[in-house]
Each structure stands twice: as structure tokens, then as C-alpha cells.
């Protein structure tokens, strides 16, 4: 592949990326659709199946369940759980 079809790749692939996140990272099948419909405006003319979004494969990483305990409570207030936090050393916005 010469190197201007390279660069040319490269630069659609980028504004490619732009749009998939300006579009709250909508698959690439739906943005083609859009483009086929002429439904946006300067959205680029693409081809290419192997776009690969970080934030979409963090966003698809499952967690595993929480374990099962055995133990459960009784009656109301029997367990109670909280979160505390000391004061902060950074102050907020309304402060």
C-alpha cells in the first residue's frame, strides 16, 4: 500500500473515531447507516471493519458476582452497612 493511501486511512480512521465518540460511541454499523441515509452532515465515507474503541472494550468488561454468604439477617437493623469518610483535605465546589 503506498503511502499516501496510508495517510489518507489514517486521517478517516481518526474521523472516524471522532464521530464514534461524538456519537456516545455508536457501533460502527449504525454510523454507516447514517452515512448511507445521509443523515449527517461531513460524516466520513469508511470501509473498514477492524475499529477497535478502548473505552468501548473497558465499558464491555463484566464483573463477577458478588459471593453468596450464608448468613443473613432477622430482623430490621440487625446489620447495617455504611461507608464513612473522614474530612477532606481538598475542598468541594460549594466551599
Not at 455508536?26 to 478502548?54: A, G, H, Q, T, Y
Amino acid at each position: 500500500m503506498p503511502i499516501k493511501d496510508k495517510v489518507t486511512l489514517s486521517s478517516v480512521m481518526d474521523d472516524l473515531a471522532l464521530w464514534h465518540q461524538r456519537y456516545g460511541h455508536l457501533n460502527f454499523n449504525s454510523l454507516r447507516v447514517l452515512k448511507r441515509r445521509n443523515m449527517v452532515i461531513d460524516l466520513p465515507i469508511f470501509d473498514v471493519n477492524k475499529n477497535i474503541c478502548e473505552g468501548c472494550i473497558m465499558g464491555k468488561i463484566h464483573r463477577l458476582p458478588l459471593t453468596k454468604t450464608s448468613w443473613r439477617a432477622k430482623f430490621p437493623i440487625q446489620l447495617v452497612l455504611t461507608d464513612l469518610w473522614g474530612s477532606s483535605r481538598h475542598p468541594s465546589i460549594g466551599e
